[in-house]
């Protein structure tokens, strides 16, 4: 594995006829792939592709039952994610897995740490890491810890200590799912610096901009089988859906309705994160209002302080033009004001029960002093068949659904509480393009059959087609409202990174 | 008292002739089972009593130790011999009050008699055992012996909700305060026990757990720099209490009472740092508990079942006080018996 | 830290209150800051803050080991045996008792890493299988040392003379050992930082190339040594253990020293100080019923209720702080 050793022409990292099953599913079937030095290379699929598993394969996660990887032409065996490491292949979570109760160089660090026999050597890390941070632009004190920074930052985190791994082949799994656009930015001017130090990306995205801004190449995976190969010119989303899907989408902006009266009206509401900044706004009936802002913008503050799972700092929220006063998301969904959360498996769903159980949670209907079993399986069902939830039964426990199918029972368990007013924080976040297309058509329907729609996005691309009209955030408070012909990237951007004049 | 025990005695024997002679047409042992109230010395110098009997009345016999000494335990114990199928069962119940029901229905399917510690409530046939009551003032007894100008006296229990202990517990305080005999009166905790030269400033329990007696007998002489006696009511007790006086250096200014036989105390009686003990006759509640088993067990006619029974159904087997006069004669005959060297 | 110092400051406010009560009119002295009260708390604390650290170092991974009592109980029969059944010396009879409890900890950490098998079922199981295999081992007797091992319960009833009414109990000095110990591994060592990522994220702690199931089966090492350690401590402060008995529940004390302490039974989280604090309350709470109530009836109930107290005026403190820090 020295670069002494290494075959020039070959490729950097290969992967020969891969093949590898699960109980009941054939995940890969003899896919091929090659990614040279200086290359990024991206993956693109739905979910359910395979993806996932040809990237853990490439890692070292999961080892494969046929085929063979190679890094520089010659054999590789990975054991475990530590022997892909060692060889100079890092893979950078989708879901972000850093040891939060350790401080930043200490996480920077994990399972290479500085020592002198058996102890740490604490200050050459600390100060190491401040090196390494300030490559991908992250500045925090190494001591800080992990749990304190926010999404987008430990995802930079991530990054780094790929780098001070001196990883030859990063392999990055939606990275920038949970980065605001300035991150993403940051981001992808990385990966350009790390593409001109020779070093190999495999890069999964369902973004289709980001595959057509940054990569080289785009691989295709289809029902675990190459689906062809796209090279860097013949990149258009248009060619990238029909890489994956075969089918076009429709993914235009909707003509909007005309919109009723008042869904949903905020009066000064004040979040604890920004107690200083009153936020007022309106929506009608019939209508999808987008939330744009960067990350820490208080967008999903403001979502969480409208139904009270956080406390709501004065101000007055009124559903159909009756005032909710406190009480929680309980008394919220019963005033029909739900919110779909934006961590889907933390906060929406009981991962390990079932997809019964998980539809029926918030409407739970009991006979004397048992479950109203009739109830909760016919609800199930209908909104299995509703939704197009693809589950193998109303029993199949939600953890094993894929990420657009589990998105899908959320919105299923909350629509069951009848609501006037859906509230969605970040509904699409890790859902592919072919479930992320069904997600946009059911908005648009429960809109069109009268619901007010919010949603908070960070992906630009979704608010704009999306959104009827957008608020855009910054700070806590909301400093742009914009609809129609204003409703463009650019002004989105100017609102959200205070360009504008103040 | 006497009297009635060798009755029954002499009863056995001419039972166990008539057995030997009758014996081919029955050649099915009685099966029974001696059953104590915790793990401890104590019932190994019983259950040598059991072994002893099972030779000398031709039965067979379980002996059953409840490990953490709960009355829930007990119970378990009790129903698996049920339903295992036993002639008879000899039990020291560990909470009579409540047990009432259940030895009830054990006495419903098997003989049953009570040992060690009585349920006068309950349909047992008879009760094998001392008096704890009197036993407790023949301890009461020593203390006065060891203090004869009176002063503080710290008592210490495993627990006061077993019958046994209780009455132990009152015993003392009842000889120490010179009231009159009534095993029926029942002190709480925290009355204050005073009366003539002599008070019993507290009772601390230790639910079995040594440490925690330890500790205990730790704080009292912390507290109360005029403790005179430390009286210890359970086997494990008087050998913590000696310990923990030895280490704060006030042997001699704290006497030592205790219960039982365990090594440790014997041998503090020997150093002459314990002044005396009460000690019971484990050995023989195993023996005659099974002894009266087998003949009652052997005889099927009711009338002369009942003529069996002894006096007030009660087989009294008296406790004896050890001090430095009579320790060397006991210790030695204990390790006969239990064949320890 | 934060878990520490309000541990602490319940600790002072019962040992201030017992102090104040414990007054003696006649002799004028404070009967709980007497050195001979103080001299059995420390020793108590010691004895109990090993066991307190044997629980800590599984709940740090986010497991639990509920066979400490029983563990206890192994190292009080088994010692006792090798020094007067098989004439073992001191030392020997130690170290193979500690050889034996480690062995133990191998044995359930091979079963938790290694077979993936439920920490609270191995450790349940353990429990009940050590304490039983124990009862067979004595035959319900009593084991003691009888004079066998004076030398050796210097070890646990030993005193430093530290002035002249006043001696450092050495299971105290035990416990600063292993404290220090403790806390040099748990934040100097590679170890330490390891067995705190594995605590609280196995699968990311495993990704970043950590071996994840040596570090946990030697956590359980540690703990049944420790539980061990404490067992020889126990039993050479007592001179006699009985297999039904010895050491029974001693594993609720342990885990309530450590959860008290700050050790979050999620695991990833815990500190060295809260440790020796949280095992401190819980000796403190039954000296002061001994030495203020004229009953102890009421101990469990006092002592449940007094942590009870305490973790609700934390949380409410806690609340109360955070809502000031935010500016309105």
Redesign the interface.
């Known amino acids: 594995m020295t670069p002494a050793a290494a075959r020039p022409d070959a490729p950097l990292l290969q992967a020969r006829g891969v093949g590898k099953s699960y109980p009941g599913v054939r995940a890969l079937a003899g896919v091929d792939f090659s990614l040279r030095r200086g290359e990024v290379a991206a993956l693109v699929g739905e979910n359910g592709a395979g993806k996932s598993t040809l990237m853990k394969v490439l890692a070292g996660?999961v080892q494969p039952d046929d085929g063979q990887i190679l890094l520089d032409g010659r054999a590789l065996r990975l054991a475990?994610?530590?022997d892909a490491?060692?060889a100079g292949i890092a893979?950078i979570?989708q879901e972000l897995?850093?040891?939060?109760?350790?401080t930043v160089a200490?996480?920077l660090f994990?399972?290479?740490?500085l020592?002198r026999g058996?102890?740490?050597r604490?200050q050459a890390m600390r100060s190491q890491a401040r090196e390494w941070l300030q490559r991908v632009g992250l500045a925090v004190d190494p001591d800080k810890l992990v749990a304190g920074l926010a999404p987008g930052q430990k995802q930079l985190l991530e990054i780094a200590?790929a780098l001070r791994a001196r990883a030859r082949v990063l392999i990055m799994d939606e990275p920038t799912s949970s980065l605001t656009m300035v991150e993403t930015a940051r981001l992808h001017e990385v990966v350009r610096e790390l593409r001109g130090e020779g070093v190999g990306v495999v890069y999964i995205s369902h973004r289709l901009d980001e595959v057509k801004a940054l990569a080289d190449r785009a691989v295709g995976l289809r029902d675990g089988r190459n689906s062809g190969e796209l090279p860097r010119e013949a990149i258009t989303h248009e060619a990238l859906v029909d890489l994956m899907v075969g089918r076009q989408l429709a993914t235009a902006r909707r003509q909007p309705h005309a919109p009723g009266e008042v869904a949903l009206r905020v009066d000064g509401v004040r979040t604890?994160a920004f107690?200083?900044a009153p936020v007022r706004f309106e929506v009608r009936r019939r209508e999808i209002v987008g939330i744009a802002g960067l990350l820490g913008s208080g967008r999903s503050e403001l979502l969480r302080a409208l139904v009270g799972v956080d406390e709501r700092l004065g101000g007055a929220v009124a559903v159909a033009g009756l005032p909710l006063a406190g009480g929680g998301p309980a008394a919220a969904a019963r005033a029909g004001l739900v919110l779909l959360p934006e961590d889907r498996k933390a906060q929406g769903l009981v991962l390990g029960m079932n997809v019964r159980e998980n539809l029926s949670l918030p409407t739970l209907r009991r006979r004397g002093w048992l479950v109203d079993g009739a109830y909760e399986r016919d609800l199930a069902r209908r909104t299995i068949g509703e939704l197009g939830i693809a589950a193998n039964s109303i029993e199949q426990v939600v953890g094993s659904l894929s990420g657009g199918n589990q998105q899908k029972v959320v919105l299923g368990k909350w629509l069951a509480a009848t609501p006037k007013a859906l509230l969605l924080d970040e509904p699409t976040r890790g859902v592919d393009v072919g479930a992320r297309a069904e997600i946009y058509a059911r908005l648009h329907a429960l809109a069109a059959a009268g619901l007010a729609v919010v949603f908070v996005s960070s992906d630009l691309e979704e608010v704009l087609t999306l959104a009827d009209r957008a608020l855009v955030m910054r700070a806590g408070a909301i400093r742009a409202e914009l609809a129609g012909d204003r409703l463009t990237e650019r002004e989105v951007m100017l609102a959200a990174t205070s360009m504008e004049a103040e | 008292m006497t009297m009635h025990r060798r009755a029954v005695f002499a009863f056995a024997a001419a039972l166990l002739l008539v057995a030997a002679v009758a014996g081919q047409d029955a050649p099915r042992k009685p099966k029974l089972a001696f059953v104590t109230n915790c793990v401890a010395e104590f019932w190994t110098v019983g259950s040598f009593g059991v072994e002893a009997a099972k030779a000398e009345f031709g039965v067979d016999a379980v002996v059953r130790m409840p490990a953490n000494g709960t009355a829930e335990e007990q119970k378990r114990i009790l129903e698996d011999l049920l339903a295992k199928g036993v002639d008879g069962i000899a039990v020291s119940p560990k909470d009579p009050e409540n047990m009432t029901a259940l030895l009830d229905k054990v006495a419903g399917r098997a003989l049953l008699v009570t040992h060690d510690s009585d349920a006068p409530k309950s349909k047992r046939l008879c009760y094998v055992g001392m008096d704890n009551y009197d036993a407790g003032r023949l301890c009461g007894q020593l203390v006065k012996q060891a203090l004869p100008d009176g002063g503080a006296v710290v008592l210490f229990v495993g627990n006061l909700d077993q019958d046994n202990a209780r009455r132990r517990r009152q015993g003392v305080i009842d000889e120490l305060l010179d009231r009159s005999r009534d095993p029926a009166r029942f002190d709480k905790q925290d009355a204050p026990l005073k009366g003539g030269k002599y008070e019993v400033r507290a009772t601390f329990t230790d639910q079995f757990d040594r440490q925690k007696g330890k500790a205990a007998a730790q704080d009292a002489l912390a507290r109360w720099s005029d403790v005179a006696a430390m009286v210890g009511l359970f086997e494990y007790e008087p050998p913590l209490l000696l310990e923990t006086v030895k280490a704060a250096d006030r042997l001699g200014k704290v006497k030592i009472v205790g219960f039982d036989e365990n090594d440790a105390t014997l041998q503090g009686i020997v150093d002459g740092h314990v002044h005396g003990t009460v000690v019971q006759n484990p050995y023989e509640y195993g023996r005659q508990s099974l002894a009266l088993l087998a003949a009652l067990v052997r005889e099927k006619d009711a009338e002369r079942r009942a003529a069996l029974m002894p006096k007030e159904r009660f087989v009294d087997i008296p406790a004896r006080a050890i001090t430095k006069a009579n320790v060397e004669a006991f210790w030695t005959d204990l390790r006969q018996k239990t064949g320890r060297k | 830290m934060k878990k520490a110092l309000g541990i602490g400051v319940l600790l002072l406010v019962v040992a201030a209150f017992t102090a104040w009560r414990s007054h003696d009119p006649e002799t004028g002295r404070y009967v709980f800051l007497s050195a001979y009260n103080l001299e059995n708390l420390l020793q108590r604390i010691g004895l109990f803050g090993v066991l307190g650290f044997a629980a800590a170092f599984v709940i740090v991974t986010g497991g639990i080991d509920l066979s400490i009592g029983a563990v206890v109980c192994v190292a009080g029969c088994v010692l006792p045996w090798l020094l007067r059944d098989r004439g073992c010396g001191g030392g020997a009879a130690l170290v193979l008792t500690l050889l034996l409890c480690a062995g133990i900890g191998l044995w359930h950490g091979l079963l938790v890493a290694g077979l993936g098998l439920q920490p609270f079922v191995v450790t349940l199981c353990g429990l009940l299988l050590y304490r039983g295999w124990m009862r067979g081992f004595s035959d319900d007797q009593t084991m003691g040392f009888g004079d066998a091992a004076e030398g050796l319960r210097w070890l646990a009833t030993g005193k430093l003379p530290l002035g002249e009414s006043f001696g450092l109990p050495v299971p105290l000095l035990a416990l600063a050992f292993i404290a220090v110990g403790t806390w040099v591994v748990w934040s100097r060592t590679v170890w330490g930082r390891h067995l705190f990522a594995l605590g609280r994220n196995e699968e990311a702690a495993r990704f970043a190339g950590v071996p994840t199931r040596r570090l946990t089966i030697a956590a359980y090492v540690a703990c049944s040594l420790l539980a061990g350690f404490g067992g020889c401590l126990f039993v050479l402060d007592v001179n006699s253990a009985q297999a039904s008995s010895f050491g029974s529940f001693y594993e609720l004390y342990a885990i309530a020293g450590a959860v008290l302490g700050g050790v979050a039974l999620r695991g990833g989280e815990g500190s060295v100080l809260g440790i020796v604090l949280g095992s401190a309350l819980m000796q403190v709470l039954p000296n002061t019923i001994r030495l203020l109530f004229d009953s102890d009836r009421m101990e469990f109930a006092v002592v449940g209720g007094v942590i009870l107290f305490g973790a609700i005026a934390d949380q409410v403190v806690g609340r109360w702080a955070s809502r000031r820090r935010r500016p309105a």
């Open positions: 996660v475990g994610p530590a490491l060692r893979l979570h897995s850093l040891c939060d109760n350790l200490g996480a994990l399972g290479a740490e020592r058996p102890f740490l604490r200590r604890l107690p200083g």
